[in-house]
């Protein structure tokens, strides 16, 4: 009996298959973070809670005056005391209501509302400027154009240009299968209709020349 996809036999060099059935349910429920141990320890049914994070009262996605950007403010006491200067507010590290991971996460809204406000009056690339240089982790959120431009994204050769006999130059999704030894990479773009009925009615099945001219004259193929 086998027992996976080789028989039992070790996979060929440099294909990592795991197991033939791929853990897909599982990397969804790990995607989670803790909110299946906030029902299972704690209790909490988790529902909706718009563009804030679970996890951090100062952790969210917040507009600017170009789109938005993603902020986790308050990844610790530490982060929001450079969070708070940056935008001017020691006063909020000193104030009691504030000083605690705990007692931001009581007062969410709030923060949300003050990380907003100073958002909005700036751009993206400003927002994330002034807050990574200061130790606040920050990231723009693209849009499809800026995600396709993205420096990472074109170096992980995630959208690839290919030729197409009709349309010339097309950009297309490349693949996430990048193994060390097979590493995969798209070649060609989808075929046209009929393009490879030669190769397979003729080289791999068998029949001859005329009866593929026969068959498009009938219009069988």
Known sequence: METGPHGGRPPPEGVDVGYPHPPFLDSLLVALDNLGERYTVGGE???????????????????TTDGHVAVAASASNAVWARFCAVIGRDDLIRAPEFATAAARRDRRDEIAAIIQRWTGARGKAEVVRILTTAGVPAAPVNNVAEMVADPQVRAREMFVELDHPLFGPLTTTGTPLKLSETPGRVRWLAPMPGQDNEEVFVRLLGHSPEELERWRAEGVI
């Open 45 to 63: 049914i988790l529902t909706r809670a718009g563009n804030v994070s679970f996890a951090g009262s100062a952790t969210g996605i917040y507009a």
